[in-house]
């Protein structure tokens, strides 16, 4: 592709700009921060599912060596609020406050201490004497309803040939980030409230910690350090705000952490949904109606229900080509762990059904797998059908598809595990193997809402400084964005000094979420350092007295046509002391109304022991369509660590609730997420392809992957011992079971 052939910094791989910090141990985290006098703060979590706090009594908690404040919710402020770090205003309810009256499930806040010492807080927690009045299921418990189509979808089904409609559950997870949630608090000497934290949303914790403390913006600075995974967990405003109310009433530095069993039931979790999924076709398999009902499980609070289930069906359904559409959601409010933004953000409920049910209709036809879906995937100059009609918790805007590698995705995925095996399996052992395989896509960005902006300055020894508002969760954000700064600017990664997620001194950003920040962040740096390019091409004019036309900036200098050049450092030099005294410096904002989606095909190989019901995934395939990756290596790592993420979801993890409705292992002993030794033999492809509205060609990489494992396992183990399996995690004893009763 032409495109790649004239890159020098992108499309390539360059160490990390934090690589050295990282590995050295001088990468500082939000808990590396040690501030003397700091107060530690412990909360004292609700028992019940449900209950109104009748009576509290914290006297003998206050009262404690070591404690310098309790607070409850007789001694807090009372604001409504969502804790979804979105957009304003916010398309989630204000349901949460930061202490109630009521508590919603075991694992809600009560009451918290701050004391000197961690061990002083546990201490004064077990004083506080709290009498519950346990309340009934709610009655109402609506969060929030939505529905959308194209076509007429019942006219759809009559007119087909073959109708199937099957029922697909998809359970809890969390997102298990190996840092905890933390935050460290503490006053300036401007008596400002400084927040360091970990958190993928800076800008949105500013504003919605102001709204909860009633204090005014200008008086918060938050500050994201390097963190240790996200993963959508920490787009939520969980742990600033008590903290920070500690800080204000005491004058002390103040800390929060969540241990890890805190983090598994009172921090947020992916949905749980039934998934309906109704499908008409003919009987070549040409789909010609799609429908999708979904029932979602919101848990305690609505913080992204309607977002999240929105995605269900926005991103999944277009996936394939049909003239009827229709797409139907309930999501509840329970009394249990909450939901929240997970990496895929819905998407991965969604595919688990469409992908599961496009392997049954060809099965029900007889027809290869890749054969169905090739004939009815969208393609380059298709429309998104759902794009208007359905949006993203707001107004939908009408979306073209400028570039799909899907098809080039499946042929070398195909090529890669060797989808011609799949016939010669042996199907009588002990030891089965199948095959099975799902194409995907995601999104870039939320049109019309993600805005970020960026802001560039020459240096006058030829580097440059780039503010960023973007926020790099592990995820090497920070050396992308330097990337597309030294591309754009004719000069090596080296020349970039960046410094990100800093409310005061960097310009805004939505923040780390809805896979936005390479395409929407990076293009606004992109735009940034195209304007300083052109301000330093024009004072290299004016020094030279000579007409802009025919100069060139790169290789860190202006070239003139008669080959003659002035170093960017000289440039900075002449403009800072001598010719036309200024500072050559930019910033940009960027908006965009497509969402370019990135495409993907999975394939694997399992082999299940029809004795033991015990399944192992030999072989994972992923090829990826990321539009130009801008870190090769940084793409293929995003695209392993969601497949391992996926498959921990579709083999091993699970909430387990007793009668009660608490959490009943919620520790990394009873929740197994896939570690590096449970991996499989792993093939990453990355399949270019060229995204006009992305910066040098890009889109995201880093969600997409997260889709494929669960609907994949159930289609491979289908494949090998003829069970289908509609709901996950997959487990032996499942397999067991059913084998079993097959028989």
Known sequence: MKEYDAFKVVNKSPRRVDALK?????????????????????????????????????????????????????????????????????????????????????GDRVAAVAAETEVQALKA???????YEVLPKPEQNIACKLAASVGDVEAGFAASDIVLERTYDVGYAQ????????????????????????????????????????????RVRVLKPRIGGGFGVKQEILVEDVPALVTLRTGRPARWAYTRSEELVSARTRHAQTLTMKLGAKRDGTLVALSMNVLGNSGAYGAHALTVVSCTGGKALPLYRAEHYHFDATVMYTNLPVGGAFRGYGAPQGFYAVEILMDELAHELGMDPVALRRKNMIR??????LAVALGEGGEGFPQRIRSCGLDACITQGMEAIGWERR????????????????????????PGVDMAASFLKLNDDGSFNLLAGATDIGTGSDTVLSQIAAEELGVSVDDIIIYTADTDLTPFDTGAYASSTTYISGMSVKKAAAAVKQQIISAAAKI????????????????????????Y??????????????????????????????????????EVDVETGEIEVLKYVAAVDCGVAIHPKGAEGQTEGGVQMGLGWALTERYL??????????????????????????????????????????????????????????????DAIGVRFRQNPITPEMVWRALREQQ
């Open 657 to 718: 609730f007793d009668e009660g409705g608490r959490m009943v292992n919620d520790t990394f002993g009873g929740y197994k997420i896939f570690g590096a030794l449970d991996m499989p033999q792993m093939t990453t492809l990355l399949v270019p392809t060229y995204e006009p509205s992305g910066p040098f060609g890009a889109k995201s990489v880093s969600e997409i992957p997260i889709n494929g494992p669960a609907p994949l396992l159930s289609n491979a183990i289908f």
């Open 22 to 106: 990282l590995a050295t141990g001088q990468g500082t985290f939000t808990d590396d921060e040690v501030l003397p006098g700091t107060l530690h703060v412990k909360m004292l979590w609700s028992p019940h599912a449900h209950a109104r706090i009748a009576s509290i009594d914290v006297s003998e908690a206050e009262a404690m060596p070591g404690v310098h404040c309790v607070l409850y919710h007789g001694n807090v402020p009372r604001v409504a609020h969502t804790t979804a770090g979105q957009g304003f205003p916010e398309p989630s309810p204000w349901d949460a406050y930061m202490f109630d009256t009521k508590v919603r499930f075991v």
């Open 125 to 131: 927690l077990e004083r506080i004497k709290v009498e």
């Open 544 to 567: 030279w007295g000579v007409p802009e036309d025919g100069l060139v900036a790169k290789d860190k200098a202006v070239h003139r046509p008669d080959g003659e050049t002035l170093s």
């Open 380 to 385: 380059s100059g298709d429309d998104n059908p």
């Open 175 to 218: 997102q298990a980030p190996i840092e905890p949630h933390v935050a460290i608090t503490h006053l300036d000497e401007d008596d400002r409230l400084v927040v360091r934290v970990a958190t993928q949303v800076p800008f949105h914790s500013r504003r919605i910690l102001a709204q909860v403390l009633e204090i005014p913006v200008a």
């Open 569 to 606: 450092g000289d440039v900075c030099r002449s403009t800072l002391y001598h010719v036309n005294q200024h500072q050559i410096m930019d910033h940009a904002s960027h908006l965009s109304f497509e969402c370019p989606p990135p495409f993907a095909a999975h394939f694997c190989e399992v």
């Open 423 to 446: 016939a010669t399996f042996d199907k009588t052992g002990t030891k089965r193997r199948g095959m099975g395989m799902v194409a995907l896509m995601q999104g870039s960005g939320i």
